[in-house]
C-alpha cells in the first residue's frame, strides 16, 4: 500500500526566507505526484504537477522536484511572504489507473510570519 | 478553477438519519471523487466516478454510496449516518483519472 509522507509537519519562517517541504512515498511506481495548497476552512488548490518522466517542474516563486527512484519530492518557495501561510499537501497517482488512486500525505502547516 | 459547488456546506444530523451531499460542476469533466478529511488521516477517497453511472470504491467505502445520472451532479449518500462519520467531505473533478484534480470548497458534517 502506497504511503506518503511529509516533513516537517508544521514550519514557522520570517518573511523572505527560502523554504524548502518535502514528501516521501514508498512505493515508486507512480504516474505523478501532485502539490496542494489548502487555505484554513478551504478546499484544495492545484500548485504543481509533475510527471513521473519530468524531474521538476516551476510556477512562479515555486519549484517542485521529483526523485523517482528514491521516493522523494521537494517544494521549494523562494523568498516567502505571508500570504504563503496555508498547509500544502502532496499527493502520488499510481501507474495503475483505470479511475485515480491519488494517495494524500497528511501536510506542512507553512506560517510565514511579517 | 474547476467550477465545483457542494451543497450543504454545514450539517449538523443525528446518528441512524440518511444524509445526501451534492456535488455539482459546471465543467463536463468525466471524473468526479469524493473525500473525507480528518485530523491524523489526511484526505482519503471515499468513492470516485469515471462517467455517467460509472463509479468505483475508494478506500473508505463502507457505509457510504454515490450515485452520477448526470455529467454535472454526484451525489454521496449516507444511509444510516454514524458519529465516525463526522468529517469535512470534498468533492473533486478532473478530465482524465490522472490529471490535476479540482476541488470543492467543502461541506462540514458533524453527526452526533
Given at each position: 500500500k502506497q504511503e506518503v509522507t511529509q516533513i516537517p509537519a508544521a514550519l514557522s519562517v520570517p518573511?523572505?526566507?527560502?523554504?524548502?517541504?518535502?514528501c516521501s512515498f514508498t512505493d515508486s511506481a507512480i504516474y505523478n505526484l501532485q502539490w496542494f495548497r489548502q487555505d484554513p476552512g478551504k478546499g484544495l488548490t492545484s500548485l504543481l504537477l509533475i510527471q513521473s518522466s519530468q524531474r521538476e517542474?516551476?510556477?512562479?516563486?515555486?519549484?517542485?522536484?521529483l526523485d523517482k527512484s528514491s521516493g522523494r519530492s521537494t517544494l521549494y518557495i523562494a523568498a516567502s511572504q505571508p500570504g504563503d501561510s496555508a498547509t500544502y499537501l502532496c499527493a502520488v497517482n499510481l501507474e495503475e489507473t483505470s479511475g485515480s488512486r491519488l494517495t494524500f500525505g497528511e501536510g506542512t502547516q507553512l506560517t510565514v510570519n511579517p | 478553477d474547476a467550477g465545483i459547488t457542494q451543497s450543504p456546506r454545514h450539517k449538523v444530523t443525528e446518528t441512524g438519519t440518511p444524509v445526501t451531499l451534492r456535488c455539482h460542476q459546471t465543467e463536463n469533466h468525466r471524473y468526479m471523487y469524493w473525500y473525507r478529511q480528518d485530523p491524523g488521516h489526511g484526505l482519503r477517497l471515499i468513492h470516485y466516478s469515471?462517467?455517467?453511472?460509472?463509479?468505483d470504491k475508494g478506500e473508505v467505502?463502507?457505509?457510504?454510496?454515490?450515485?452520477?445520472?448526470?455529467?454535472?451532479?454526484?451525489?454521496?449518500?449516507?444511509?444510516?449516518a454514524t458519529s465516525s462519520q463526522t468529517s469535512v467531505y470534498f468533492c473533486a473533478n478532473s478530465r482524465r483519472g490522472v490529471d490535476t484534480q479540482y476541488f470543492g470548497p467543502g461541506t462540514r458534517l458533524t453527526v452526533l
Open positions: 518573511e523572505g526566507e527560502n523554504l524548502v517541504l518535502n517542474q516551476t510556477s512562479g516563486r515555486l519549484n517542485a522536484s | 469515471y462517467g455517467v453511472k460509472d463509479t467505502s463502507d457505509g457510504y454510496s454515490v450515485s452520477r445520472s448526470k455529467t454535472e451532479d454526484f451525489l454521496l449518500t449516507l444511509e444510516s
